[in-house]
């Protein structure tokens, strides 16, 4: 058997029809904005948003950079939970690019409630304290297992952001998983947030790409942050290509990943090794064993049936479904975890 990767959802390769739209997209130097395929690409996310325009980064990272960068001055502080992606994995940009700080919420598996995000907001008239101007949120969560909002809480956390005049981003690396999930309309979510990244790199299987999505107001300087974050691309279109081609192509089958995910989830929790399944909500599946000194022989067994997991430390592990993940890989693994004594 082929090696069985699943530490995330980024080791996936094109297929054959992303291929074949790589290899034939018409391109030209997007710099000159003059590449018909990313303006196409641009075009239909915005629309399927119900947003006035989009535009391509080359990393998630860097959308979400530029996305503060666009709501705050320097000095200023955004709210997010505790393990966001923007705070936690981008490697310090907010305070590097934005000059911004981050008020850090305890939430729930990567999640806020308006409530929350109400009580962490400074007052404005108090000098003293940075003024707070954003509010991040992640949908699906990574570091809190692929765990999705209910879209009335999101309409609450609005409410609050309009109440207080504060900009709302929307970090959805993952939203497609979560709006498969729930059979929810990305207009939805296009009303609610001011502005939304999406990966096309994760669940959706391209080799790179994320874009920034938002109306005129925002975006109108987003392609100048872009710029100086080293951002501008030529040829582009060609990921764009294999973009359009996952949009048209690998959305649907995202309840594939979510539900293999929540297979293998109750697998492990019937196994007596296993302490603890969060509950799985979209492609990833976070576990803990039951005794941390089990994570070296559990993970040499994975090793020696090729099969490669996250290991984040303490017992904890992480299991992401994606594209590669076969239904051949998928009935293979779940045979070895059911047979699996430690
Ligand atoms: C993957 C991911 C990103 C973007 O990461 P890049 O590696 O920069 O593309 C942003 N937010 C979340 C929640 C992610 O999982």
């Not at 497609?176 to 207009?187: Q, Y």
């Not at 100086?228 to 764009?240: S, T």
Request: glycine share 10%; with cysteine.
């Amino acid at each position: 058997m082929k090696e069985i990767d699943l530490r995330s959802d980024t080791v996936t390769r094109p297929t054959k029809g992303m291929l074949q739209a790589i290899m034939t997209a018409e391109v030209g130097d997007d710099v000159y904005k003059e590449d018909p395929t990313i303006n196409a690409l641009e075009e239909k996310l915005a629309k399927m948003f119900g947003k006035d325009e989009a535009l391509f980064f080359p990393t998630g990272s860097m959308a979400n950079q530029a996305a503060i960068k666009l709501h705050t001055q320097p000095g200023e502080q955004l709210i997010c939970d505790k393990w966001a992606h923007v705070y936690n994995y981008e490697g310090g940009g907010v305070s590097f690019n934005s000059g911004v700080s981050c008020k850090l919420v305890d939430g729930d598996r990567g999640m806020i409630t308006a409530e929350q995000v109400e009580e962490n907001i400074n007052p404005p008239d108090f000098y003293h304290s940075p003024l707070t101007t954003l509010v991040c949120l992640e949908n699906t969560t990574n570091k809190g297992g692929g765990a999705c909002y209910d879209l009335e809480e999101i309409k609450k956390v609005r409410k609050v952001c309009n109440k207080h005049e504060l900009g709302l981003h929307l970090d959805g690396a993952r939203l497609f998983n979560a709006l498969v999930k729930k059979g929810e309309d990305p207009k939805e979510y296009g009303k609610l947030f001011d502005t939304i990244s999406v990966c096309l790199s994760k669940g959706l299987g391209t080799p790179m790409g994320s874009v920034l999505i938002g109306d005129k107001r925002l975006m109108k300087n987003a392609i100048r942050i872009r710029k100086v974050l080293g951002g501008g691309m030529r040829q582009v279109g060609f990921m764009a290509a294999a973009g359009i081609y996952a949009l048209d192509n690998h959305v649907e089958r995202l309840a594939v990943d979510n539900d293999r995910a929540s297979e293998i989830g109750n697998i492990l929790s019937q196994q007596a090794w296993v302490k603890k399944v969060e509950p799985v909500e979209t492609n990833i599946v976070i576990f803990y064993l039951k005794d941390a000194g089990d994570e070296k022989p559990f993970m040499e067994q994975l090793s020696k049936n090729n099969i490669r997991i996250s290991n984040m430390g303490q017992g904890k592990l992480r299991i992401v479904t994606h594209l590669d993940y076969s239904k051949e890989m998928h009935d293979h693994f779940l045979e070895i975890l059911q047979a699996m004594e430690l």
